[in-house]
């Protein structure tokens, strides 16, 4: 298995252009998860999604859209990117199992800078 | 409200023992985790604790639980040169799908 993967690694934007960061996993996980990464800070989550088709808001969502229309699958969309947004996401996915401890995996991150 | 707190930096010698410590505002978490994360990677679950647990060792890992003080720590052994990173930790109420991040200690182990 490749477990989650993100691409691409790294993007340059200039203010106002649009783009679509991939996150794929094939562990055939109900759950994933965008967050992103500051500097000195913690993970803030953006987005998350329990299955195909079902997505919902997190703490930081404004300015971002997702789509889940595969298992497998779980882009994030910057449409009018700002500085605001340059910063590292990451891509998480997760398969609660009654009674056991939910683990989350990671990918290894998107390094995104807007200018 | 929910808030996970850390301090930024840990500096120890190689072959000494790091403790890293974690305070969280959420009573009701039964979820406590630690992650590493590695330069340039993702994060990686290393350990985890319920929070009706006062401790677990793994390895070279201990986790210490003060439910009362609502304080959380990491103690590596051994501390070896590969431990360099920033650890998380991190904590989940039951039932939703919300976990709150710490800020992230980055340990440098010196040779």
């Known amino acids: 298995n490749a477990g989650v993967t993100q691409t691409p690694k790294f993007r340059i934007l200039k203010i106002g252009q649009s783009m679509t960061l991939q996150c794929t996993q094939d562990m055939n996980h109900n759950y994933m998860y965008w967050y992103r990464q500051d500097p000195g800070m913690g993970l803030k989550l953006i987005y998350y999604?329990?299955?195909?088709?079902?997505?919902d808001k997190g703490e930081v969502p404004n300015g971002y859209n997702v789509s889940r229309s595969t298992t497998e699958d779980f882009p994030l969309r910057l449409e009018l990117a700002a500085p605001s947004q340059t910063s590292v996401y990451f891509c998480?996915?997760?398969?609660?199992?009654?009674?056991?401890?939910?683990?989350?995996?990671f990918g290894p991150g998107t390094r995104l800078l807007v200018l | 409200g929910e808030d996970v707190e850390q301090s930024l930096f840990l500096s120890v010698r190689e072959g000494d023992s790091s403790v890293i410590n974690c305070t969280y505002t959420?009573?009701?978490?039964?979820?406590l985790y630690w992650y590493k994360q590695e330069p340039g990677a993702g994060l990686q679950l290393l350990t985890y604790i319920f929070s009706n647990m006062d401790m677990k060792q793994d390895q070279r890992l201990t986790v210490l639980l003060n439910k009362k003080d609502k304080h959380l720590s990491l103690r590596i052994a051994d501390t070896q040169t590969g431990d360099s990173a920033i650890y998380f930790c991190a904590e989940r109420t039951p039932g939703t799908y919300k976990y709150i991040f710490g800020t992230g200690t980055r340990l440098k182990v010196l040779a």
């Open positions: 999604s329990v299955g195909a088709g079902i997505t």
């Open positions: 998480a996915s997760s398969y609660p199992l009654q009674g056991r401890v939910e683990t989350q995996y």
């Open positions: 959420d009573s009701s978490s039964t979820y």
